[in-house]
């Protein structure tokens, strides 16, 4: 009798299991780490971390040693979690549960840092917020600095299954057409891991991981996690605008008007100043001159448009003057476009590891004046 009393004791003072999803955030050093923790069986686990490090793990044998999570695999060179964690070089240290709070807190070193991510229930084992989460629409937009270089980003949801990807500044990538797939907030881009996909070839040349794309369905904000060099980036983008049949949205109805006569601009990128002019001698024809850390000087080069695109027709052309003096600089011209409502020619080139781009705007005939002023003007 005594025995089967000390069973039932032992029963209600054990630890219960945790059950469901555990999420939770923090942020450091101006970065944000995400962690979750869903408890798939009684002995299996998945566990993700996203934001200054990416761990993403499925079913992972964990057991309770009291309120410890212990992960079975763990010591396993070749298991998810510790491949995961030696290449982000970080430390998991515990996952404790506290089943008073009903909460998961995940410790790990990363770097110097000691870092304790406390995660909350998300709510029931059963989440109807799969079924009730909105999906996104239309465009979505953001920018970020990053050690004075600016990051912009775009997402366009052309259907459900079909989104354009576009990065520009430090990084340039530009893909239309790529399928994707929805799984909660995650979106995942179908055949980012196949060679040929746009996705998968621009970020490769950019020596770009990307991390993640997630959708905030309450913000209505799409967040694109990308690695750069040693740089974890999160670029948080805002609703811009709708497609469909909305007004905004709709081509407008003149054919646009070609650019006109001489444009000139000058960006400076890590001390380096780049000079740019581009002189339109007629429909088919143009001067480009690039100056600076890059010396590029063609007249006479063939051009041809298609909407606000400019593409100069023989510059993949061996013998062709700005194939020869791009090559020759080791610059790749990526493009080159016209802004009509702003009477303004962008020549976008990648020189070394950075992508430059220059705004060139309409040199007015006072400025050519201006050049004038202090030439000897002969009388007869």
Known sequence: MLRLITLFLA????????????????????????????????????LTIAGAFALECDLEKFHLDGA???????????????????????????????????TVTVSVKYSVLNLD???????????????????????YAGSKTVLGE???????????????????????????????TMSGSDISITHITESGDCAHD????NSVTLKGITYNDSSDEITVSV??????????????GAIGWKITSLPPLSLSAAPTGNYFGSVTKLGQTVNTEVDVIDATTMNLKITGIINIDCAGEAYSMSGSDITVDH????????HDA?????????????DEANDEVTVTVKYSVMTIPVVLSKKSMQGIVGNLRGAKVAVY
Do not use: R
């Open 11 to 46: 029963v209600l003072v054990a630890t219960a299991a945790p059950t469901g999803t555990y999420t939770g955030s923090k942020t450091v050093l101006g970065e944000s780490i995400n962690a979750k923790v869903t408890i798939t069986s009684e002995n299996t686990l998945d």
């Open 68 to 102: 410890t999570v212990e992960l079975d695999d763990i010591g396993n060179a070749d298991d998810c979690i510790a491949k995961t964690l030696a290449e982000e070089s970080v430390t998991l240290k515990t996952i404790v549960f506290d089943e008073k709070a009903d």
């Open 117 to 139: 991510l406390v995660l909350t229930k998300d709510g029931l084992d059963f989440d109807f917020t799969e079924l009730l989460a909105t999906t996104p629409t239309g465009i």
């Open 150 to 180: 600016t990051i912009n980003a775009q997402v366009t949801i052309e259907s459900a299954t079909s989104l354009e990807f576009t990065i520009s500044g430090l990084i340039d990538i530009d893909c239309i057409g790529e399928e994707y």
């Open 202 to 205: 621009a970020l490769a040349d």
């Open 227 to 240: 690695k750069y060099s040693v740089m974890s980036i999160d670029l948080t983008l805002s609703k811009t």
């Open 315 to 322: 510059v993949t052309e061996s013998g062709d003057c700005a």
């Open 326 to 338: 791009l090559d020759s600089n080791n610059v790749e011209l990526k493009s080159i476009t016209y």
